[in-house]
Every structure is written in structure tokens, then in C-alpha cells.
């Protein structure tokens, strides 16, 4: 049985170029000669040490490889917006902005998604807090919550067996921490007839983009459809003789015809006369402008009117309850004003039979409503309600 080779030691006692030191060697022989007393051969024993070392090694370097295969959290959060991207989800842009701007100040981007804490995440809501942001602490939350949800779901995913990336998370670390702000904050914010022709006749004077003048004026026009539709509409989907907009990409799923009326034809015009080669009417003002306007630009824009005029803030999702609440005041029944704005209907017939398009009834739902808002912006939302009432019966 072979011991190992001496090599010499050099000036620290170590012994050079792999080998053994006398006193190595010594303890060796020593060990060796103690497994032959207890009637083992000691070179079998030494052969099986050197597997289970060799094993252990091997078993590390794959540690190791996994380990840097992992995920960052800055992968993670990556992931997970494009996913909303190739899905078509009109809210990644506002989500990315969102995380970007608040994430990677608490957690280096480096981070390791698995190794995420839930110390951690509080300290992301922390900042936030510090700010007095509840609101946005509370949607920080909820997108962290369900990135890591997303994490978790990858590497489940048998679609994705093969890929390389894998993030490691075991569990969700924004589940064990609390929602910033505990209570519930349903708006109910409609802005009155009076306002809405004010707010109409500050958008020449407010130094707003003309394509942010017109995306807010459509959304009352064409009778408070959803912000993120409205934004997503092509040349391609507006029919200027028949006059109606079909809504492809709707929250519910379902191609939306919604009918126009005068007041909507001048903004719309305008829009497809100043329209991109990709055709989006509400292109992004900056960067892209094949890439729909976001949420966000509409929402600052009011948010600096409100600010400069002291007009009662609102959000651009308000404009929905307002035109709904005022289409009310007209007189149209809430069924027509729920179809009108392509709420989903919950009932099994709705659901699953009923494929008839209502485009007459809501045509003359469309005629109430323009024929109202013309009052409204003329000064005088009032008249001709009784009549109006009956038409759209």
C-alpha cells in the first residue's frame, strides 16, 4: 500500500507539490496500521474514502452550477412583466415602472430570487411607507406577491423543462407580510356635469400633448370604456361610416362594438389623420410610438390639471362611473348602460348562449348619451332629459 509521496515541506511546514510531510506521512501509517488491527484492509478502506470525497465533490460543483443558474430577482421581475406583455396585458408597462422604481433600492438586482426574505420585502414597503405612499405600497405589494408566485409557477411548469433559467423559490415571501394599508378604498369619485365641462375646457389651456387632450375627451365620448381600451384602439378598428369602434382586446374577452356619435367624430378624425405607420392612434408620446400610450401618462396629465386648477382629483378610471352616473341622470336603464360599457354579464345565459350584439340597442344608448353630453358641454345637461328617456327605452 502506497502512502503518498514526500516531497519536502517548504517554509511554513507545508508539504510541496501535493505530497506528504514526514508528520502527514507518520499519521498515515498510523491510521493505516490501526484499520489492519481491527482486520479491515486498509487500501479498500482508502479506496472507498476516495469515492465518497470524489462524490462529495462532484455533488458541490453541481451545487454550485444550480446555484448560479439560479435567478435573480431582477430575472424574476423580468419574467414575469414579459409574461404580462405576451399576454396582453395592457398594465405591464405601469407594473415594470412600478417595481423597477422601488425594488432594486431596498434589494440589489443581483439578489437571488430563492434567497429573498421576507425582511426583505418589508423593507421594500418601508421606503415606501416613509414616502406616505399607502396606495402604492399596496400595489408594490401585490405585484411582488404575485411575481413570486409567477417564480414559483416557472419552475413547475413542464413547458419550461428544458429551459436553463430556474429561480428556486420554496415559498412566496410576501405571503407572511401584511398589507400596508388594511383598508379597503372602493372609489366611488364621478365628476359632476359641471365638471366635466370644465375639465373639457381646460384641456386646450393645460399644455397637455394633443393625442392626451383627445384620449381623455374619447374616453367621456365614447361612453367610459375602459382607459387601457380605449388607448389600445388601431385605425383598423375604427369605422368612420358606420360609425362605431370595435374593442378587440376587452378585459372580459369579448369583441366590443361600441357606436359613436358627434361628438366623438372630430376627436376620432383627428386621431386617424395623425395616426403612426403601425396605426395606433394612442402611440406612446415618447420611445415607441408603436406601443400604446400607458395608463400612467393619462393619469399624471389630470393629476397636474387638478393640481393647477384646484379641481377635486380624480383618476382616469373615475371617467368610467362618471359617464355611468350621468348616463343615469339621462335616463337609460342600468342593463343598457352595463352592456354599453361591456360589463360581463353573470347569468348562464349571458355566458354561454346569448351571441346576439345588442348594436341597435346600443346605438340608441349612444344617441342618449351624445345627445346629453352635448348639453352638458353647451351648459345646460338638463335639457331634453324626458325625451331622451323615451328614445332610449
Same mark, same amino acid.
Given at each position: 500500500?502506497?502512502?503518498?509521496?514526500?516531497? !519536502?515541506?517548504?517554509?511554513?511546514?507545508?508539504?510541496?507539490?501535493?505530497g506528504l510531510?514526514?508528520k502527514e506521512?507518520?499519521?498515515?501509517?498510523?491510521?493505516?496500521?490501526?484499520?489492519h488491527?481491527?482486520g479491515?484492509?486498509p487500501?479498500?478502506?482508502?479506496?472507498?474514502k476516495?469515492?465518497q470525497?470524489?462524490?462529495?465533490?462532484?455533488?458541490?460543483?453541481?451545487?454550485?452550477?444550480?446555484? =448560479?443558474?439560479?435567478?435573480?430577482?431582477?430575472?424574476? +421581475?423580468n419574467?414575469?412583466?414579459?409574461?404580462?406583455?405576451l399576454?396582453?396585458?395592457?398594465?405591464?408597462f405601469?407594473v415594470?415602472?412600478c417595481?423597477s422604481s422601488?425594488?432594486?433600492?431596498a434589494i440589489?438586482a443581483? *439578489? &437571488?430570487?430563492k434567497?429573498?426574505?421576507?425582511?426583505?420585502i418589508?423593507?421594500?414597503?418601508a421606503a415606501i411607507?416613509k414616502?406616505?405612499?399607502?396606495?402604492?405600497?399596496? &400595489?408594490?405589494?401585490?405585484?411582488?406577491?404575485?411575481a413570486?408566485?409567477f417564480g414559483?409557477?416557472?419552475?413547475?411548469?413542464?413547458?419550461?423543462h428544458?429551459e436553463?433559467?430556474?429561480?428556486?423559490i =420554496? *415559498?412566496?415571501?410576501?405571503?407572511?407580510?401584511p398589507?400596508?394599508d388594511?383598508?379597503?378604498?372602493?372609489?366611488?369619485r364621478?365628476?359632476?356635469g359641471?365638471?366635466v365641462?370644465?375639465l373639457?375646457?381646460?384641456?386646450?389651456?393645460?399644455?397637455?400633448?394633443?393625442k392626451?387632450?383627445?384620449?381623455?375627451?374619447l374616453l367621456?365620448? +365614447?361612453?367610459?370604456?375602459r382607459v387601457?381600451?380605449i388607448? !389600445?384602439?388601431?385605425?383598423?378598428d375604427?369605422?368612420?361610416?358606420?360609425?362605431?369602434?370595435t374593442?378587440?382586446?376587452?378585459?372580459?374577452?369579448?369583441?366590443?362594438?361600441?357606436?359613436? !356619435?358627434?361628438?366623438?367624430?372630430? +376627436?376620432l378624425?383627428?386621431?386617424?389623420c395623425d395616426t403612426?405607420?403601425s396605426g395606433?392612434?394612442?402611440?406612446?408620446i415618447?420611445?415607441?410610438a408603436s406601443?400604446?400610450?400607458?395608463?400612467? *401618462?393619462?393619469?399624471?396629465?389630470?393629476?397636474r390639471?387638478?393640481?393647477?386648477?384646484?379641481?377635486?382629483?380624480?383618476?382616469? &378610471?373615475?371617467i368610467?362611473?362618471?359617464?355611468?352616473t350621468?348616463?343615469?341622470?339621462?335616463?337609460?336603464?342600468k342593463?343598457?348602460r352595463? %352592456?354599453?360599457?361591456?360589463?360581463a354579464l353573470?347569468d348562464?345565459s349571458?355566458?354561454?348562449?346569448d %351571441?346576439?350584439?345588442?348594436?341597435?340597442?346600443?346605438?340608441? *344608448? =349612444?344617441?342618449v348619451?351624445?345627445?346629453?353630453?352635448?348639453?352638458?358641454?353647451?351648459?345646460s345637461?338638463?335639457?331634453?332629459?324626458?325625451?331622451?328617456?323615451?328614445? !332610449?327605452?
Open positions: 500500500m502506497t502512502l503518498g509521496g514526500y516531497y !519536502g515541506v517548504d517554509r511554513d511546514g507545508q508539504a510541496k507539490n501535493g510531510s514526514l506521512a507518520y499519521a498515515a501509517y498510523a491510521d493505516a496500521k490501526r484499520i488491527e481491527e479491515r484492509d487500501q479498500i478502506i482508502r479506496d472507498e476516495l469515492v470525497e470524489n462524490a462529495a465533490r462532484r455533488a458541490e460543483l453541481e451545487r454550485l452550477r444550480r446555484e =448560479s443558474s439560479m435567478g435573480s430577482i431582477q430575472q424574476l +421581475l419574467a414575469y412583466v414579459a409574461d404580462m406583455k399576454q396582453g396585458k395592457r398594465s405591464w405601469d415594470e415602472q417595481l422601488n425594488v432594486y433600492a440589489p443581483t *439578489t &437571488k430570487a434567497d429573498v426574505l421576507p425582511t426583505d418589508r423593507a421594500v414597503l411607507i414616502r406616505e405612499k399607502m396606495t402604492m405600497a399596496n &400595489k408594490v405589494r401585490a405585484y411582488l406577491s404575485a413570486f408566485a414559483i409557477e416557472w419552475d413547475n411548469d413542464a413547458k419550461r428544458f436553463a433559467l430556474r429561480f428556486g =420554496s *415559498t412566496n415571501p410576501v405571503r407572511d407580510v398589507k400596508p388594511k383598508r379597503t378604498h372602493a372609489r366611488d364621478a365628476l359632476s359641471e365638471e365641462k370644465h373639457w375646457d381646460l384641456l386646450d389651456d393645460c399644455g397637455l400633448h394633443p392626451t387632450a383627445v384620449a381623455i375627451r367621456f365620448a +365614447l361612453g367610459g370604456q387601457e381600451e388607448l !389600445g384602439l388601431h385605425a383598423d375604427v369605422d368612420m361610416q358606420n360609425q362605431y369602434v374593442l378587440l382586446d376587452t378585459k372580459n374577452g369579448s369583441t366590443h362594438v361600441v357606436p359613436f !356619435g358627434e361628438v366623438a367624430i372630430p +376627436l378624425q383627428e386621431r386617424l403612426s405607420t395606433a392612434l394612442f402611440g406612446k415618447k420611445g415607441n406601443e400604446d400610450m400607458g395608463y400612467h *401618462t393619462l393619469s399624471r396629465a389630470i393629476n390639471i387638478c393640481k393647477r386648477t384646484g379641481m377635486n382629483p380624480f383618476v382616469p &378610471k373615475d368610467r362611473r362618471t359617464v355611468k350621468l348616463m343615469g341622470e339621462a335616463g337609460i336603464r342593463e343598457d352595463d %352592456r354599453f360599457q361591456n360589463h353573470s348562464i349571458a355566458k354561454h348562449y %351571441r346576439y350584439s345588442y348594436l341597435a340597442e346600443k346605438r340608441r *344608448t =349612444s344617441a348619451w351624445d345627445a346629453y353630453l352635448q348639453n352638458i358641454l353647451a351648459g345637461p338638463q335639457a331634453n332629459v324626458v325625451q331622451l328617456r323615451v328614445v !332610449g327605452a
